[in-house]
């Protein structure tokens, strides 16, 4: 059976393992839209219509409609690899959304985390 690929699974089977994250460490699913509106360009609406789509994920972070240009201020490591070192668009972009739900469940004030 060949292995499937993150970015092959669908929006709505990852995301919310994303919020699943923040929550168990009290911080809410409106934080977890924010920092991905933050970082995406996409607006909260947009997010929860995909929840309801059977976009997967690769295609969500391929398609992001404004990458933030401030987003390579985001650094420091995600499994441990550093985010900024990561040369794939997609898997920086991924990972990028990851290390930004780490900091809201490490409890990193919202206005740092948007940097």
């Not at 933030?68 to 690899?81: A, D, F, M, Q, Y």
């Amino acid at each position: 059976m060949a292995r499937r690929s993150v970015f092959d699974m669908k929006f709505s089977d990852v995301y919310p393992l994303l919020i699943q994250k923040a929550e168990r460490k009290g911080r809410t699913r409106s934080e977890v839209s924010e920092v991905t509106s933050w970082l995406s360009g996409y607006s909260k609406e947009e997010i929860e219509a995909m929840l309801s789509s059977d976009i997967s994920y690769g295609q969500f972070l391929s398609d992001f409609p404004a990458h933030n240009p401030r987003s390579e201020l985001i650094t420091g490591k995600i499994c441990g690899v550093q985010v900024e070192t990561i040369e794939d668009p997609l898997t920086r972009r991924m990972r990028q959304l990851d290390k930004l739900v780490d900091e809201l469940a490490k409890g990193r004030a919202m206005e740092k985390v948007l940097r």
